[in-house]
Protein backbone atom coordinates (compact mmCIF):
# COMPACT_ATOMS: atom_id res chain seq x y z
CA UNK A 1 0.00 0.00 0.00
CA UNK A 2 0.88 3.73 -0.52
CA UNK A 3 2.90 5.54 2.23
CA UNK A 4 0.37 8.41 3.76
CA UNK A 5 2.23 11.68 3.24
CA UNK A 6 2.52 13.38 6.19
CA UNK A 7 -0.42 16.47 5.06
CA UNK A 8 -2.89 14.20 5.04
CA UNK A 9 -6.11 14.02 7.55
CA UNK A 10 -5.03 11.97 10.75
CA UNK A 11 -7.73 8.60 11.20
CA UNK A 12 -7.88 6.64 13.93
CA UNK A 13 -5.34 4.57 12.75
CA UNK A 14 -3.05 7.01 12.81
CA UNK A 15 -2.94 6.38 16.53
CA UNK A 16 -1.56 4.08 18.67
CA UNK A 17 -3.79 3.42 21.68
CA UNK A 18 -2.44 2.07 24.67
CA UNK A 19 -4.13 0.87 27.94
CA UNK A 20 -1.75 -0.10 31.20
CA UNK A 21 -3.37 -2.64 33.25
CA UNK A 22 -2.14 -5.67 35.48
CA UNK A 23 -3.45 -9.34 35.91
CA UNK A 24 -5.67 -8.63 38.70
CA UNK A 25 -8.02 -6.60 36.71
CA UNK A 26 -7.99 -8.49 33.59
CA UNK A 27 -11.66 -10.19 33.85
CA UNK A 28 -12.87 -7.22 35.67
CA UNK A 29 -11.52 -3.62 34.34
CA UNK A 30 -10.38 -4.86 30.98
CA UNK A 31 -13.38 -7.34 30.12
CA UNK A 32 -15.69 -3.87 30.64
CA UNK A 33 -13.52 -1.73 28.47
CA UNK A 34 -13.71 -4.82 25.73
CA UNK A 35 -17.28 -4.78 25.93
CA UNK A 36 -17.68 -1.13 24.88
CA UNK A 37 -15.24 1.40 23.72
CA UNK A 38 -12.11 -1.22 22.75
CA UNK A 39 -14.99 -2.30 20.41
CA UNK A 40 -14.49 0.65 18.32
CA UNK A 41 -10.58 0.43 17.56
CA UNK A 42 -9.57 -3.28 18.23
CA UNK A 43 -7.42 -2.66 15.52
CA UNK A 44 -5.46 0.50 17.22
CA UNK A 45 -5.22 -1.10 20.52
CA UNK A 46 -2.51 -2.60 22.78
CA UNK A 47 -2.83 -3.96 26.19
CA UNK A 48 0.16 -3.54 28.24
CA UNK A 49 0.04 -5.90 31.12
CA UNK A 50 2.05 -8.09 33.45
CA UNK A 51 1.24 -11.63 32.92
CA UNK A 52 0.84 -14.08 29.73
CA UNK A 53 -3.21 -14.80 30.19
CA UNK A 54 -4.55 -16.78 27.04
CA UNK A 55 -8.17 -15.75 27.62
CA UNK A 56 -7.02 -12.09 27.34
CA UNK A 57 -4.91 -12.94 24.36
CA UNK A 58 -8.32 -14.39 22.67
CA UNK A 59 -9.97 -11.90 22.95
CA UNK A 60 -7.26 -9.07 21.80
CA UNK A 61 -5.09 -11.71 19.33
CA UNK A 62 -2.84 -10.66 16.74
CA UNK A 63 0.34 -9.24 19.32
CA UNK A 64 -2.19 -6.93 21.11
CA UNK A 65 -1.23 -7.97 24.67
CA UNK A 66 1.65 -7.67 25.70
CA UNK A 67 3.45 -9.03 28.54
CA UNK A 68 5.83 -6.52 29.56
CA UNK A 69 7.25 -8.97 32.12
CA UNK A 70 7.16 -5.82 34.64
CA UNK A 71 6.38 -6.65 38.33
CA UNK A 72 3.08 -6.83 38.74
CA UNK A 73 2.76 -3.96 41.63
CA UNK A 74 2.31 -0.55 41.70
CA UNK A 75 5.44 0.60 42.55
CA UNK A 76 7.20 3.63 40.64
CA UNK A 77 9.20 0.75 39.35
CA UNK A 78 6.67 -1.36 37.83
CA UNK A 79 4.32 1.22 36.10
CA UNK A 80 7.70 3.32 34.65
CA UNK A 81 8.56 -0.16 33.35
CA UNK A 82 5.09 -0.84 31.37
CA UNK A 83 5.54 2.90 30.52
CA UNK A 84 9.03 2.45 28.96
CA UNK A 85 7.57 -0.40 26.81
CA UNK A 86 4.60 1.54 25.82
CA UNK A 87 7.13 4.59 24.41
CA UNK A 88 8.97 1.38 22.67
CA UNK A 89 6.02 0.05 20.90
CA UNK A 90 4.65 3.33 19.87
CA UNK A 91 8.07 4.62 18.03
CA UNK A 92 8.44 0.66 16.10
CA UNK A 93 4.44 1.41 15.38
CA UNK A 94 5.60 4.45 13.53
CA UNK A 95 2.22 5.79 14.01
CA UNK A 96 1.41 9.59 14.04
CA UNK A 97 0.09 9.62 17.72
CA UNK A 98 0.66 7.58 20.95
CA UNK A 99 -2.33 7.73 23.48
CA UNK A 100 -2.25 6.62 26.73
CA UNK A 101 -5.26 5.12 29.03
CA UNK A 102 -5.12 3.66 32.40
CA UNK A 103 -7.55 0.50 32.61
CA UNK A 104 -10.36 2.62 34.55
CA UNK A 105 -10.42 5.31 31.37
CA UNK A 106 -13.35 5.21 28.91
CA UNK A 107 -12.37 6.48 25.70
CA UNK A 108 -14.30 8.67 23.53
CA UNK A 109 -12.24 7.68 20.02
CA UNK A 110 -14.56 10.32 18.08
CA UNK A 111 -13.69 13.20 20.03
CA UNK A 112 -10.20 11.90 20.49
CA UNK A 113 -9.86 12.20 16.29
CA UNK A 114 -11.19 15.80 16.71
CA UNK A 115 -8.62 16.74 19.09
CA UNK A 116 -5.67 15.16 17.45
CA UNK A 117 -6.88 16.27 14.06
CA UNK A 118 -6.11 20.12 15.36
CA UNK A 119 -2.29 19.30 16.05
CA UNK A 120 0.66 18.23 13.72
CA UNK A 121 2.39 14.83 14.60
CA UNK A 122 5.51 16.25 13.23
CA UNK A 123 5.57 19.14 15.93
CA UNK A 124 6.17 18.54 19.47
CA UNK A 125 3.05 18.02 21.34
CA UNK A 126 2.76 16.41 24.73
CA UNK A 127 -1.25 17.17 24.85
CA UNK A 128 -3.27 16.04 28.19
CA UNK A 129 -5.03 17.12 31.88
CA UNK A 130 -2.23 18.14 34.94
CA UNK A 131 -3.89 17.67 38.06
CA UNK A 132 -1.91 20.38 40.00
CA UNK A 133 -2.79 23.68 39.44
CA UNK A 134 1.17 24.36 39.51
CA UNK A 135 3.92 22.66 38.37
CA UNK A 136 5.67 20.33 40.30
CA UNK A 137 8.81 21.15 42.41
CA UNK A 138 11.74 18.42 42.97
CA UNK A 139 15.01 18.57 44.23
CA UNK A 140 17.45 18.85 41.47
CA UNK A 141 19.35 15.69 40.78
CA UNK A 142 22.33 17.10 38.78
CA UNK A 143 22.67 20.25 40.91
CA UNK A 144 22.29 19.72 45.01
CA UNK A 145 20.38 22.34 46.76
CA UNK A 146 18.28 23.48 43.86
CA UNK A 147 14.76 22.99 42.30
CA UNK A 148 13.64 21.53 39.49
CA UNK A 149 9.46 22.75 38.53
CA UNK A 150 7.64 20.98 35.81
CA UNK A 151 4.43 20.19 34.22
CA UNK A 152 3.20 16.33 33.83
CA UNK A 153 -0.14 15.27 32.90
CA UNK A 154 -1.91 13.21 34.97
CA UNK A 155 -1.43 9.58 33.66
CA UNK A 156 -4.84 8.71 34.82
CA UNK A 157 -6.91 11.27 33.06
CA UNK A 158 -5.51 9.71 29.47
CA UNK A 159 -2.42 11.93 27.43
CA UNK A 160 -0.89 11.72 23.77
CA UNK A 161 2.57 12.19 22.52
CA UNK A 162 2.89 13.31 18.92
CA UNK A 163 5.59 11.38 16.60
CA UNK A 164 7.72 14.10 16.86
CA UNK A 165 8.02 14.44 20.38
CA UNK A 166 7.88 10.42 20.73
CA UNK A 167 11.04 10.14 18.61
CA UNK A 168 13.01 13.50 20.80
CA UNK A 169 12.48 11.13 24.12
CA UNK A 170 14.09 8.11 22.49
CA UNK A 171 17.84 9.25 23.53
CA UNK A 172 16.56 9.94 26.96
CA UNK A 173 13.62 7.22 27.73
CA UNK A 174 13.97 4.90 24.87
CA UNK A 175 14.67 1.15 25.36
CA UNK A 176 14.49 1.07 29.41
CA UNK A 177 16.28 4.89 30.21
CA UNK A 178 12.80 5.87 31.17
CA UNK A 179 13.01 3.56 34.05
CA UNK A 180 16.40 4.90 34.82
CA UNK A 181 14.79 8.51 35.18
CA UNK A 182 11.85 7.51 37.41
CA UNK A 183 14.42 6.07 39.61
CA UNK A 184 16.95 8.67 39.63
CA UNK A 185 13.61 11.45 40.66
CA UNK A 186 11.66 8.77 42.43
CA UNK A 187 8.42 9.67 40.77
CA UNK A 188 5.61 7.65 39.14
CA UNK A 189 5.59 6.94 35.50
CA UNK A 190 3.23 10.56 34.59
CA UNK A 191 5.63 12.39 36.40
CA UNK A 192 8.70 10.97 34.79
CA UNK A 193 7.15 11.45 31.55
CA UNK A 194 6.41 14.99 32.12
CA UNK A 195 9.82 15.37 33.61
CA UNK A 196 11.36 14.18 30.54
CA UNK A 197 9.34 16.29 28.20
CA UNK A 198 8.81 19.61 30.33
CA UNK A 199 11.99 19.89 32.13
CA UNK A 200 14.71 17.85 29.84
CA UNK A 201 13.21 18.32 26.49
CA UNK A 202 11.33 22.03 26.97
CA UNK A 203 8.31 21.01 25.51
CA UNK A 204 5.28 22.68 27.12
CA UNK A 205 2.26 20.29 28.52
CA UNK A 206 -1.11 21.53 26.58
CA UNK A 207 -3.74 21.26 28.71
CA UNK A 208 -6.93 20.15 27.40
CA UNK A 209 -9.75 19.70 29.83
CA UNK A 210 -11.66 17.40 27.77
CA UNK A 211 -9.56 14.14 29.83
CA UNK A 212 -10.93 12.88 32.66
CA UNK A 213 -9.31 11.69 35.73
CA UNK A 214 -11.33 9.82 39.16
CA UNK A 215 -9.62 12.84 40.97
CA UNK A 216 -12.04 14.86 39.58
CA UNK A 217 -15.79 14.45 39.89
CA UNK A 218 -16.95 12.58 37.57
CA UNK A 219 -20.57 13.41 38.65
CA UNK A 220 -21.01 16.40 36.75
CA UNK A 221 -19.88 14.82 33.36
CA UNK A 222 -23.80 14.06 31.77
CA UNK A 223 -23.00 14.25 27.98
CA UNK A 224 -20.26 11.76 27.09
CA UNK A 225 -20.40 12.82 23.81
CA UNK A 226 -18.33 16.13 24.17
CA UNK A 227 -15.55 14.74 26.16
CA UNK A 228 -12.54 12.56 25.43
CA UNK A 229 -11.99 10.28 28.74
CA UNK A 230 -13.92 9.41 31.91
CA UNK A 231 -13.17 7.43 34.59
CA UNK A 232 -14.60 6.07 37.75
CA UNK A 233 -13.73 5.13 41.30
CA UNK A 234 -16.35 4.00 44.08
CA UNK A 235 -18.99 6.19 44.04
CA UNK A 236 -17.55 9.00 41.73
CA UNK A 237 -19.38 8.61 38.53
CA UNK A 238 -20.40 9.86 34.85
CA UNK A 239 -24.09 11.18 35.57
CA UNK A 240 -25.36 9.43 32.40
CA UNK A 241 -28.66 7.23 32.81
CA UNK A 242 -29.05 4.23 30.87
CA UNK A 243 -28.48 0.82 33.01
CA UNK A 244 -29.29 0.59 36.54
CA UNK A 245 -26.55 1.24 39.39
CA UNK A 246 -26.30 -2.70 39.54
CA UNK A 247 -25.77 -3.34 36.46
CA UNK A 248 -23.41 -0.80 35.39
CA UNK A 249 -21.86 0.74 38.49
CA UNK A 250 -18.81 2.38 36.48
CA UNK A 251 -21.13 3.89 34.11
CA UNK A 252 -18.88 2.99 31.11
CA UNK A 253 -21.98 0.72 29.55
CA UNK A 254 -24.22 3.43 30.22
CA UNK A 255 -21.96 6.05 28.16
CA UNK A 256 -20.90 3.78 25.51
CA UNK A 257 -24.67 3.16 24.98
CA UNK A 258 -25.45 7.06 24.95
CA UNK A 259 -22.28 7.13 22.14
CA UNK A 260 -23.79 4.07 20.14
CA UNK A 261 -27.43 3.55 20.89
CA UNK A 262 -27.33 0.67 17.94
CA UNK A 263 -25.31 -1.04 19.80
CA UNK A 264 -26.84 -4.85 20.55
CA UNK A 265 -25.83 -4.76 24.16
CA UNK A 266 -27.99 -1.01 23.96
CA UNK A 267 -31.38 -3.17 22.79
CA UNK A 268 -32.69 -3.48 25.99
CA UNK A 269 -32.96 0.93 27.43
N1 LIG B 1 -1.70 -0.88 37.82
C1 LIG B 1 -0.60 -1.66 37.49
N2 LIG B 1 -0.08 -2.46 38.44
C2 LIG B 1 -0.58 -2.52 39.69
C3 LIG B 1 -1.68 -1.71 40.03
C4 LIG B 1 -2.22 -0.88 39.07
O1 LIG B 1 -0.16 -1.64 36.35
O2 LIG B 1 -0.06 -3.27 40.51
C5 LIG B 1 -2.29 -0.03 36.79
C6 LIG B 1 -3.81 -0.18 36.71
O3 LIG B 1 -4.15 -1.27 35.89
C7 LIG B 1 -4.23 1.16 36.16
C8 LIG B 1 -3.18 2.12 36.74
O4 LIG B 1 -2.06 1.31 37.11
O5 LIG B 1 -4.15 1.19 34.75
C9 LIG B 1 -3.69 2.90 37.94
O6 LIG B 1 -4.15 2.00 38.92
P1 LIG B 1 -5.43 2.28 39.81
O7 LIG B 1 -6.53 2.81 38.95
O8 LIG B 1 -5.75 1.00 40.55
O9 LIG B 1 -4.93 3.33 40.87
P2 LIG B 1 -4.92 4.93 40.88
O10 LIG B 1 -3.46 5.30 40.79
O11 LIG B 1 -5.69 5.42 39.71
O12 LIG B 1 -5.55 5.29 42.16
MN1 LIG C 1 -7.37 4.68 38.64
Known amino acids: SKKKSDDEATELDDIFISIKTTSSFHESRMQ ?3 DTWISKCRKQTYI ?10 EKMPDGHVINTNCPESHYRKSLCCKMSKELDFFIDSNKRWFCHVDDD ?3 NTDQLLQLLQKYNHT ?23 QKVAFWFATGGAGFCISKALGIAMVPEAGGGKLIKVGDSIRLPDDCTIGYIINHIL ?12 HLESQFRIQDPKKHIT ?25 VHCKLYPSEEMCAGL
Open 32 to 34: LLL
Open 48 to 57: FTDASDFSLI
Open 105 to 107: NYL
Open 123 to 145: ENWYLGKPSLSHPLEIQSRSREG
Open 202 to 213: KVDLTRVDLFHS
Open 230 to 254: LSYNEQNVASVPGFSLKDDPTRFKS
